[in-house]
Nanobody, 125 residues
Framework: EVQLVESGGGLVQAGGSLRLSCAASGFTFDDYAFGWFRQAPGKEREGVSSISVSHGSTYYADSVKGRFTISSDNAKNTVYLQMNSLKPEDTAVYYC??????????????????WGQGTQVTVSS
């Protein structure tokens, strides 16, 4: 059974940090690309960052460049999103997703095959 389980969300003050984790199981981790997406109330789901595990390439949305870092731990089948200098506008439910086309790190929602249940991130001003 394919599973993506996010953790690490919570409430933090502006300027603070959080690290999200996405534990993957049920498929060959190294073959996939992974993305982090977020969705705020009343807004569309948007791409935040992605990584190709096999190629090591990464992608960041302009809104998070220089503040967020995506990484993967192949031994743990886990993808991380380190979020620093958080802003109130980063408040959203954050989702982890897996794309079987592992050579590309994309930010297109429709490219992703599997999704986690989401974790809430709330940044207070």
């Amino acid at each position: 059974e394919v599973q993506l389980v996010e953790s690490g969300g919570g409430l933090v003050q502006a300027g603070g940090s959080l690290r999200l984790s996405c534990a993957a199981s049920g498929f060959t981790f190294d073959d996939y690309a992974f993305g982090w997406f977020r969705q705020a109330p009343g807004k569309e789901r948007e791409g935040v960052s992605s990584i190709s595990v096999s190629h090591g390439s990464t992608y960041y949305a302009d809104s998070v460049k220089g503040r967020f870092t995506i990484s993967s731990d192949n031994a743990k089948n886990t993808v991380y999103l380190q979020m620093n200098s958080l802003k109130p506008e980063d408040t959203a439910v954050y989702y982890c997703a897996a794309d079987r086309h592992g050579s590309l790190a994309t930010m297109f929602v429709t490219e992703y095959d599997y999704w986690g249940q989401g974790t809430q991130v709330t940044v207070s001003s």
